[in-house]
């Protein structure tokens, strides 16, 4: 593992699986870290970023561009944002401390996932019978507020664009009482066909109920 970036706001880090035999990468994944406060905002990390400058490796490939270029985060919840999954944050997704854990929120935004792509054409029934899958090639996540032991939350999802192979859609984090967004996910999400092994196509009347949500937003 190694710092690509750090500044005042966080830092990039990267972390390659290599494999022993040959020293090849087999892996590489790449994560930006941040520090909360302790009301679950974020805040200033405790390093001085002039004091921990960023250590480029050689062997590393640079920085991949994102799946699907993004100018702008995602919006706040549209009209076309749909109800995917209702929870409520229990001892089971809460740390010690009664913030909601990634896990437990990456779990919620899975669920949501499966909803979505069941609304629009893509329920695990059709995926069943004609070998398709979607596959998430990206993420994206801005927290605006870890949600607190024994909230309840709505998750909203909403396309934000398709194209002949792919989707992207974002799952909004709603405190179900006050309204407020907790966190905003992005997903790009690559269609799959498990025949061939290979990207497929977005089905034609799956794109079209997208291609229509999109226009109503």
């Not at 005042?8 to 870290?33: K, M, P, Y």
């Not at 920085?63 to 944050?89: F, H, K, S």
């Not at 405190?175 to 977005?202: F, K, Y």
């Amino acid at each position: 593992s190694g710092v690509r970036t750090a500044d005042a706001a966080g830092a990039d880090l990267v972390h390659a699986i290599v494999r022993q035999r040959d020293g090849q990468i087999a892996c590489l994944l790449e994560t930006r870290v941040a520090a909360l406060d302790a009301d679950g905002r974020p805040a200033a990390p405790a390093w001085n970023a002039a004091t921990w400058p960023a250590e480029p490796w050689p062997a590393l490939p640079p920085a991949r561009p994102l799946a699907d270029p993004r100018a702008a985060p995602a919006p706040a919840p549209g009209p076309q944002a749909q109800a995917t999954c209702l929870a409520v944050v229990d001892a089971w997704d809460a740390c010690a401390d009664g913030w909601l854990q990634p896990r437990a929120l990456l779990n919620l935004c899975s669920t949501g996932a499966r909803q979505f792509l069941a609304q629009v054409g893509l329920g695990g029934g059709r995926m069943a019978r004609d070998q398709l899958t979607v596959a998430a090639v990206d993420y994206a996540i801005t927290l605006a507020q870890r949600p607190r032991l024994g909230q309840t939350l709505t998750l909203l999802s909403a396309p934000l664009s398709v194209s002949g192979k792919a989707i992207r859609f974002a799952h909004h984090v709603v405190d179900s009482d006050a309204g407020t967004v907790h966190a905003t996910v992005e997903i790009v999400g690559v269609m799959l066909d498990l025949r061939t092994h290979r990207a497929g196509e977005v089905p034609a009347d799956v794109r079209q109920r997208l291609e229509t949500l999109l226009a109503a937003g």
